[in-house]
């Protein structure tokens, strides 16, 4: 015969096992140094993502980093947008929505090639739930920030 756990072991084993996900989740830093590739000039149209493409967006912190997120375009110009969590509270560094929306200007890296943009939070309702409905979200949550990209001259 097998024993069984007792009651409170199990609660103390769940609680201890849902805080490691929750510190986990919320040290952990998905982000890597500065981009890899070459600056380019920034084209006029990003249609050639396709619906959607892996890159990497260089926001200016006290030290540069750069976070892995999906590009896409609506009607040829480059946006991205967070998840639903980024605005919450980090027992580390701020989260790189709010980075941005400080400074704005940014690099990002697809395939290869470095832009240098201008990102502008797109903070109208009405505007954001259609960005994200076009990007093929059935809800558009309202955690999410959704980034338009405008090319920019000025050196970071």
């Not at 750069?66 to 609506?74: A, D, M, Y």
């Not at 400074?103 to 395939?111: F, H, M, Q, S, T």
């Not at 309702?125 to 920019?152: C, D, E, Q, S």
Request: glycine share 8%.
């Amino acid at each position: 015969m097998s024993q069984r756990p007792c009651r409170p072991c199990l609660l103390t084993l769940r609680l201890l096992f849902a805080v490691s996900l929750l510190l986990s989740g919320s040290c952990g830093r998905g982000d890597r140094g500065g981009l890899e590739g070459f600056e380019t000039a920034t084209p006029g149209d990003f249609r050639f993502l396709g619906r959607s493409a892996p890159c990497y967006l260089e926001v200016q912190a006290q030290e540069p980093r750069s976070i892995r997120v999906n590009c896409f375009h609506i009607d040829g110009t480059l946006h991205i947008h967070s998840n639903r969590f980024a605005k919450m509270p980090r027992l580390r560094g701020e989260s790189w929505v709010e980075t941005v929306r400080r400074e704005p200007r940014v690099r990002v890296a697809i395939a290869g090639n470095i832009y240098r943009l201008r990102a502008t939070p797109i903070d109208d309702p009405k505007m954001r739930v259609a960005i994200l409905h076009a990007r093929g979200y059935l809800y558009a949550w309202n955690g999410i920030t959704v980034f338009r990209f405008a090319a920019t001259e000025n050196v970071l």
